[in-house]
């Protein structure tokens, strides 16, 4: 089945990318990196399956465990002192958290991103903005349909430079050296095509003009409301917690966490219901489909 939460009305996928991506840029709390980084991860498996776990366990984990282990190289605050290394400089407890904390944050908010880039197509960006930024509206969504689209391109290009042998694979180094800037080359070439095509083909149909009006499949129905109100709601509750200074913690020069509490449960709660939200409305979507099935 196609994802559920896709299908909503752009204002509600567009307002939960924007709310989860910077809470999990600005809340540094150990509870709220893990609920960020465990949901991140959980959606993108759901809209991407098995490919992406590969993809996380290869280069985001990594580069995750690169970043933890550099932070502490470089940055020696702090009080708790664990070693020296051979130039002297102190390493701290309070450094190698803070440098986990960050390493998290950065694959949250890349696996949240990948999320965005699968829900949030060309065609709803251009709705929501394209009356109020049409120019930069039409360019961030020719950007963000760069990757997917060229991929697939670049795939076509090597192909028909394979059957004339020309490929990245034929021929020794240099040989393929000039095949694969042949390629790029190529690649260049249809990529300033297409963007002034695309350029002129908006401008024929009135693109930006005052007063133009456009067709639109997007209909703010009473599901998109109340998805809407309950995200609203959990978002109040998440900002209430900030206030608060229940969503941060201090690494430096000490480790500082904010003392838990009924309220602070409720927020870290709220979080993980916000973070959820798609995941719990895929699995209820498929839950009534088979409900649906099996009555048949």
């Not at 076509?156 to 490929?167: D, E």
């Not at 963007?195 to 003009?209: F, Q, V």
Request: aromatic residues 14%.
């Amino acid at each position: 089945m196609k994802d559920a939460f896709s299908t909503f009305h752009p204002v509600v996928n567009f307002t939960y990318f924007t709310a989860v991506l910077l809470f999990s840029m600005f809340f540094m709390h150990p509870v709220f990196l893990g609920v960020s980084l465990t949901c991140s991860f959980l959606y993108s498996t759901l809209l991407k399956g098995k490919k992406i776990i590969r993809f996380n366990l290869l280069y985001l984990l990594p580069c995750m465990l690169l970043m933890a282990v550099i932070n502490p190289a470089f940055n020696h605050a702090g009080v708790t002192i664990l070693f020296y290394l051979k130039n002297g400089n102190p390493v701290t407890l309070e450094s190698i958290l803070y440098g986990l904390a960050a390493a998290a944050m950065f694959m949250a908010v890349i696996l949240w991103f990948s999320c965005y880039n699968a829900v949030m197509t060309a065609d709803k960006f251009v709705y929501l903005f394209g009356r109020i930024i049409p120019a930069l509206s039409l360019v961030l969504s020719m950007v963000l349909r760069f990757v997917p689209r060229y991929k697939v391109q670049i795939q076509v290009i090597s192909t028909a430079q394979q059957g004339i042998g020309r490929n990245v694979t034929n021929g020794n180094i240099f040989e393929r050296a000039r095949n694969g800037l042949q390629i790029l080359s190529i690649m260049t070439t249809w990529a300033l095509e297409n963007a002034i095509e695309t350029a002129d083909s908006m401008k024929s149909r009135g693109y930006g003009l005052p007063g133009r009006t456009s067709f639109s499949i997007f209909r703010f129905d009473r599901r998109d409301q109340t998805v809407f109100g309950a995200m609203l709601l959990l978002v109040v509750i998440i900002l209430a917690g900030a206030a608060a200074g229940y969503n941060t913690m201090r690494f430096f020069p000490s480790l500082k966490l904010p003392p838990p509490d009924a309220f602070s449960f409720g927020v870290y709660c709220a979080y993980l219901a916000l973070c959820l939200m798609p995941v719990i409305i895929d699995l209820a979507e498929e839950l009534k489909w088979k409900h649906i099935r099996s009555g048949l």
